[in-house]
């Protein structure tokens, strides 16, 4: 790790050009900051990745009865790796927001890119798998990838002392099921880029689109509830000590880390998981997995923000 290099690098971000970001640099200066960590990999190791997903694959598809498949290529990763994947994401996703910074046009792009740079270096660090649905791309090809950051999961197994192959399995079933959601609702993946495009031009013009933004929050606390019932359901092991280790992990990082993750919005992805997991608790208590699943069929299928909050709402208009 070389902070050095990193904020030289940052110093040195073109100050010219459309975006808002020097996207190069933040991800070079990203990598400096950055141990990339091992990625020397037992062939036993190797086939440990491909077995869980495999098997995941086979169970989620059995609890939710829908058929979807996973990326061909697996992506056993290191941290450097996960930000040379992740730059060009955020790139796409932000790519129409300018710089309405017009006396010093140069030193506001040098601050996104530090800022973006600060992001990078955090995520990098502290991701343990993704599914990515790769949001925006251009290419009907880039359907989707599945990641797994070697390094952090190591890592994060040792400090929660548990066995790192069931931690890893866990990963893998856990990112397994946004593969099934994504694969069970096909109009979510264009459902969720209407709402950032909107969202991200709005902030471009200098105003904010409420609606657009409770939209995609309403969305993505469906689909990290909607993971964890699967998780309830697939998963052929306990894990609620998974879990109480990893939030306690996160409770008790200094004020620092608390800071980064509250401005990188992880605390409200942690809000999305509580409450979308307590929507389709009260769902499955009151009716089960299929009424559930209802939430793919179609776009206005899924919760608004006050049925979140009062399922027995969402449950009497989809089933009218």
């Known amino acids: 790790m ?13 100050g010219t050009g459309d975006d808002a970001i020097d996207w190069q640099s933040a991800a070079d200066a990203a990598k400096a900051a950055t141990d990339p960590g091992s990625l020397s990999l037992s062939s036993g190791e190797r086939e440990g990745y491909a077995r869980d997903v495999r098997e995941a694959r086979s169970a989620v598809q059995t609890a939710a009865d829908v058929e979807f498949d996973v990326p061909e290529t697996i992506e056993i990763q290191n941290r450097h790796h996960w930000i040379d994947a992740n730059v060009a994401t955020f790139e796409r996703v932000m790519g129409t927001l300018e710089t309405h910074t017009e006396t010093f046009p140069g030193v506001a792009r040098t601050i996104n890119t530090g800022t973006m740079t600060v992001l990078l270096a955090f995520l990098g660090r502290n991701v343990l798998g993704q599914y990515d649905p790769l949001l925006l791309a251009e290419t009907p ?21 548990v066995d790192p192959d069931r931690f890893r399995r866990w990963i893998a079933f856990h990112e397994v099921t946004h593969a099934a959601e994504f694969g069970a609702a096909p109009w979510l993946s264009d459902h969720l880029e209407a709402r950032m495009e909107s969202g991200i031009a709005a902030l471009s013009d200098g105003s904010f689109d409420r609606d657009a933004f409770r939209d995609l929050d309403a969305a993505m606390t469906v689909v990290e509830g909607y993971a964890e019932l699967l998780m309830d359901h697939a998963f052929d092991d306990e894990y609620a000590d998974l879990r109480r280790k990893l939030d306690a992990r996160r409770q008790g990082r200094g004020p620092l880390q608390k800071l980064f993750r509250r401005l990188l919005g992880l605390g409200l992805k942690q809000r999305q998981y509580e409450r ?27 919760p608004t923000h006050d049925e979140l909050d009062s399922p027995g709402l969402w449950i009497q208009r989809v089933e009218r």
Not at 283 to 297: N, Q
Request: avoid cysteine; glycine fraction near 4%; aromatic fraction near 10%.
């Open 2 to 14: 070389n902070l050095y290099r990193s904020a030289r690098t940052v110093a040195g971000a073109s």
């Open 141 to 161: 090809a880039d359907d989707h990838a599945l990641y797994f950051v070697r390094p952090n999961i190591l890592n994060a197994a040792d400090v929660l002392d």
């Open 276 to 302: 979308g997991k307590q929507f389709f608790e009260h769902v499955i208590a009151v009716r089960d997995l299929e009424t559930a699943s209802l939430v793919w069929d179609r776009p206005e299928n899924l």
